[in-house]
Structure formats: C-alpha cells, structure tokens
C-alpha cells in the first residue's frame, strides 16, 4: 500500500500517526509524511525575528531523520509557519502531491490521512480543509492535467483529537502501540527544536529537559505515553469494543465521508491492525 499523511507542520504526523506509520512501513508498506509548513515560526528564539530561514532549515533536517528511522518518505510544501490559507495554489500543490502517491499513474494512495478540520490550530484547520478540497478534484481530468487524474478515490481519515466543538472525534479504528512506543519516541526526539525546546516552553512545563539521548529518549516518551493513553482512554469510554482490554496507548482514526469507503472487513489491513 500507499500511505500519505498530511500535516501542518514538520512535526505534526510523527506526533499524531507516527506509531501506526512505522508499523506499516515495517510491515513493507510505503509511508510520507508530508508537511504544508516549513515551520519556520515553532520557536521562542527572538533572534529568529528578523530571519526564520536558519529555523526553517533545522527543522527540515530534523523531519527527514526522523523519517530515515523507519524507511518513510517527507516533503515540505514550503508555507511559511502560521500562514496557512485555502487557495487555489496550496489545492492544487496538494492535488499534485497525492496523485503523485502510487504505484501507478492514476492509482494514488491507498490512505491519507490528516486532522480534524475543527483542530484548535489555525494552520492545522486549513490544512485539513485544503487537503478535503481535493478530494473529488483528484479524480477530474482538467484539474492539474500535466498529473495524472486518479482512478480511484483514497480513503481520507482523520487522526485522534479530543476536541468537540464541530462534534465530537468518532473512532472506527483504534490502534494498539504498546510494541511501538519506544520506536515513536525514538522518531519525536528527532524533532529537538519542537520536543525539547519550543514545546515545554508553551506548555511551561518546569520540568529540566535532559541533555543525553537516553534522557531526552525518556523525556519524548512520557509525552507520547501520555497523548497515546488519552487516545486509549478517551475511544475506550466512547467505543469499547474497539479497545482491546491490555491496550495502554493507542492511536485512532475517524474515516472521513469525502473518500472511499473502506468495508468493516478492509479496516483492519488498511491500517495495520492484522
């Protein structure tokens, strides 16, 4: 299969989906995390103000080596941080970047996946809404013709969140990693400028952020321990039959209406639970 996430910032999928695409990229499946930003505004460095570039470039580094970890593929789009807007040229780069996503001309993939379009972050909402936006355009002959049109419509899901305003997340899928959380964390602590800099700073997390890898390793861990036993959590009390009873932390996915829709029986392999 082809598995194309889509986020705001360089970050963004490693944090939200990045236990299930390493197990699919494990299992054989090609995995890319694409970003819209170039996050050149994720930090709390003042001496950034007046050029951002250096930024840009560190956190471009950063995504591709946690990409290496386990055999995935990144792109940046290249919007500057915070400047996320529903235009006709981010739609269409978009419409370019999935087609492109495929075994085979016109084939595309086989999942994308993305936030909710209601995320509390401005450049995560109009991301989600670009990346809807192209939907049934994907299939259209006269939309980006120089790119093949697909043949068949991806299935969109959207990743775990626990907002409600817009309606609450609904989990179809749940996703067990227990076995994978280790590897996560090991993706997250690429991710320096955002994990065990910029981070704690808006969270004012008092906590010292270790200097060693084992300490830092330790340190992304805690973070995503407690994002994937919220995820856990949160799909056990709305659906538990979908968690099952030892499972500590989780990702989960909500099938959006505006791709194709996967049979109950093709979730599972879709998304690595097999």
Known sequence: MHILCIGAHPDDCDAACGGTAIMLARRGHHVKFVAVTNGDRGHMDMSLAADRSP????RLAEAKAAVSLF???????????????????????????????????????????????NDYHRDHRYTA?????????????????????????????????????????RPDIVIPLDPMMDAKADILAQHASQFFEWLPFVAGDPRKVPSDPAGRHRFALEWIQ????RAADVCRSIA????????????????????????ADELPSLFGRV
């Open 226 to 229: 407690h994002r994937g036993k």
């Open 55 to 58: 930024l840009a470039i560190r």
């Open 129 to 169: 809404q670009a990346v809807l936006d192209t939907s049934f355009m994907l299939t259209v002959p006269l939309m980006c013709p120089d790119v093949p049109r697909l043949t068949r419509m991806p299935v969109f899901a959207y990743w775990f969140d626990n907002f409600h305003e817009g309606g609450a997340f």
């Open 240 to 263: 538990p039959s979908k968690v099952p009873t030892d499972c500590q932390f989780a990702e989960a996915f909500q099938i959006s209406e505006y791709g194709r829709q996967p049979g």
């Open 71 to 117: 055999g995935a593929q990144y792109e940046c789009v290249g919007v500057h941080d915070g400047d996320v807007y529903v235009t006709r040229e981010l739609t269409e780069q978009l419409v370019r970047i999935i087609r492109r996503w495929g075994r085979d001309p016109g084939a595309g993939p086989d999942l994308v996946l993305v936030n909710r379009p």
